[in-house]
Antibody, heavy 118, light 108 residues
């Protein structure tokens, strides 16, 4: 079974750094792009960026370029999303998903809730 | 950037009825369109890709149609578990992906 398992919920203060993870299993992790998607409270889905774990080629949405860093460690089949200085506006649910045929997101991880509050 | 506009924002129907959800693109996306279902507290799930292909394990009551700028997701006969939020998503200009704002399908 193809599965993506994300790290647990985080509560952070503004200005702190954070790195959340997404571990893939049940398929060749290095052969598919992994995408990250943000969902702010009560809102819709926003694509943030994608990474190809095979060679760490990374592409960002213009809206998130410079705001986050996406990386991967293929030796442990894990992708990461990180912030160097969190803001309250980063409070959201973050999902990772495998990118099928470079087009579609399937399956999705269970999500990681990030709360940033002083 | 290609904008996807979904309508209606909310659709109120009863179990057994037919649901028709619309997604319109600001410019042609060919057939590079997918539909997702999201239930409260859950991650989205891929339903339809390439505008009309059902994803693995998706019941036959779900169907997608359209190409270019106008797309439709149809649920032929609503089951209680179908009440959720539905999103369309395009990737006509890789790697640029955008989602519609969602349609909430609620029980009447």
């Amino acid at each position: 079974e193809v599965q993506l398992v994300q790290s647990g919920a985080e509560v952070k203060k503004p200005g702190e750094s954070l790195k959340i993870s997404c571990k893939g299993s049940g398929y060749s992790f290095t052969s598919y792009w992994i995408g990250w998607v943000r969902q702010m409270p009560g809102k819709g889905l926003e694509w943030m960026g994608i990474i190809y774990p095979g060679d760490s080629d990374t592409r960002y949405s213009p809206s998130f370029q410079g705001q986050v860093t996406i990386s991967a460690d293929k030796s442990i089949s894990t992708a990461y999303l990180q912030w160097s200085s969190l803001k309250a506006s980063d409070t959201a649910m973050y999902y990772c998903a495998r990118v099928l045929f470079k087009n579609w997101f399937d399956p999705w991880g269970q999500g990681t809730l990030v709360t940033v509050s002083s | 950037e290609i904008v996807l506009t979904q309508s209606p924002a909310t659709l109120s129907l009863s179990p057994g009825e037919r649901a028709t959800l619309s997604c319109r693109a600001s410019q042609s996306v060919s057939s590079y369109l997918a539909w997702y279902q999201q239930k409260p507290g859950q991650a989205p799930r891929l339903l339809i890709y390439d505008a009309s292909n059902r994803a693995t394990g998706i019941p036959a009551r779900f169907s997608g149609s359209g190409s270019g700028t106008d797309f439709t997701l149809t649920i032929s006969s609503l089951e209680p578990e179908d009440f959720a939020v539905y999103y369309c998503q395009q990737r006509s200009n890789w790697p640029r992906y955008t989602f519609g704002q969602g349609t909430k399908l609620e029980i009447k």
